[in-house]
């Protein structure tokens, strides 16, 4: 149990989990590729903390879980069998939003996921640790860590952990945050400008017809409609000049 | 900290009132101004009032709607606020030519503008107004600013939850700039010309007769007006 006590290379960590928040902070700020981000993340948890490898998976918007990043080759592969076989630890994490562990995987949790256990045995590791990456009641994703030893992540270790989970879920749901923001933003511009051409072609239709600005609009609509078009779409083509409405039939006659 | 305080103010608020105008309202009680509109933009010639607290800020945001140019119009471009403390200024005249002499006659005499901001996008404008001299101090643009992005929050708010195809609401068409952009087609076929050239032709006389544009605009759609292509 080093980790939780201060050994001689603790100063030199500390200014390191110190760059690494900066680090991921800044990557923050500016607009950034959420992919590099969790693939640095997964870097610094290598580097900071007594694990050998690590690996992150993030829910698609469909709420798929993928692969994202990892720090090795062998844990990207381990992941993608992971979800392949649909067993391990990651899946549990993000399936509870709770911490998943396994101290041994060579002893006794050969049932809990019998597949990737012997995988990740095979592949050298001896203990893993998942975390959620969570903010209040939702998870998007998991991080996962390997140990080539068995036994527990250390205290210290798994809250560090935990803190460089929660950084990466807030960096990954303002940038999910903000481009809806610029999605709906967007809309509101594209129906803004729709407006502007829907009354603009009332005016062309209503002097080439010589309707009231009203009925040009009504005779715009059912042809739409009609042609089960969008209004914005017909308005665009008679301000284009590309489509030339015919005057409406009238179903009553004046002297009716 | 202020944008909590006026996420609070409009939860106290929030009673089925205009949201959009009444952080207006608010930003106008606590920059001491006379009035203040808002507008969304989608570049020039398509700007779309959304509120104003009073009669005087209605027209500033009409005319510059209508005319082009203006702090709002200024603020949208440049996505940075416009603080003009003295509209009686030579370079405020220069600025804006039409702009401001016609604001000049609706009392203003101090005009601030904060753009709307979404990211890189700039999705219009908070104009703020004064009937007496005097700039804004660096707090009071960063307050106005963040009326402005509340007023963001707001609209993305409505935005995501209006249904997609709400283009066939007819009542849509009632507003001032609508009456402007109906003339507009009118006048694309009577000058056998396009959007831009139209708009432009229907301004100019406007400006020329010395009359508001959408009394032009008014006059073209009751048939009492027909433009010619000697004014192309």
Redesign the interface.
Known sequence: MSDDTLGPAAAGREQHLADAFVELADTLVADYDVLEFLHALAGHCVDLLDVDAAGLMLADRGGVLRVAASSSEQVRLLELYELQNEEGPCLDCFASGAAVSSDDLEDGDGTRWPRFGSEATAAGFRSVLALPLRLRSETIGALNMFRIGAGPLGTVDRSLAQALADVATIGILQERG?QR??V??????D??????V???????????LGLH??EA?DLM?SYARSQSE???DVADRV?SRKLDLKAPRRTKSPRA | MREHRVRDLMHAAGTGEDPVLQLCTMAVDSLFVSGAGLS???GP????KVAATDDVSDRIEDLQVLLGQGPCVDAVRSGAPVVVADMDRPDVGERWPIFTPAAVALGVRASFAVPLL????R?GALDLYRGSTGGLVDEQVEEAQDYASAA?NV??EI??ASPA?D??D?T??RSGS?VV??????????LDTG?EAAFAALRARAYRDGRPLQEVARDV?ERRLRLTAAER
């Not at chain 1, 129906?191 to 502007?196: E, G, M, Q």
């Not at chain 1, 829907?198 to 080439?208: N, S």
């Not at chain 2, 010639?45 to 779309?48: C, K, N, Q, V, Y």
Request: proline share 0%.
């Open positions: 903000s923001r610029e709906l933003a967007r809309q509101l511009q129906a803004l400008s729709s407006r502007v829907i009354e603009q072609a009332k005016g062309v239709i209503a002097e080439r600005v009203d609009f609509r969008k209004l914005s301000v | 969304v933009s989608n010639g398509e700007h779309r979404v990211g890189e996008l999705l963001v609209l993305l935005q995501a195809g283009e066939d007819v849509l068409g609508s952009y109906q003339a507009t087609g009118m006048v694309m076929v009577q959007a759609l």
